[in-house]
Nanobody, 133 residues
């Protein structure tokens, strides 16, 4: 059983920045694709960003491009989400998730796959981010 633990959430003001961290217990973390999702009060969980193994390919929800940046540190088994110019609508619980390694020939090669929460095998408990003045 893989454990994912998010941290770094908190209460900030509009325009502030915040970096979330997700620590994984996955033995071969570097081989796994990772994603961030969020769920605002009363809304469905939505895709935020994903990063492929190797860290060279990333995907973002279109509306978050330019403000959010996903990265990973395989040596530390962590994935990060740097959020800038935060807005009240960014208020949500943020979850990190692990996607199994994509095998050659798989249909799962792009945004459509990694934006789909059903594609992820393990989830963290989430960390609350509140943006309010």
């Amino acid at each position: 059983q893989v454990q994912l633990v998010e941290s770094g959430g908190g209460s900030v003001q509009p325009g502030d920045s915040l970096t979330l961290s997700c620590a994984s217990s996955e033995r071969s973390f570097s081989e796994y694709e990772m994603g961030w999702f969020r769920q605002a009060p009363g809304k469905k969980r939505e895709f935020v960003a994903a990063i492929r193994r190797g860290g060279l390919l990333t995907y973002y929800q279109d509306s978050l491009k330019g403000r959010f940046t996903i990265s990973r540190d395989d040596a530390k088994k962590r994935v990060f989400l740097k959020m800038s110019r935060l807005r009240s609508e960014d208020t949500a619980v943020y979850f990190c998730a692990e996607h199994s390694p994509v095998l050659p020939g798989s249909w799962c090669t792009g945004y459509e796959c990694f934006a789909e929460e059903a594609e992820y095998d393990y989830w963290g408990q989430g960390t609350q981010v509140t943006v309010s003045s």
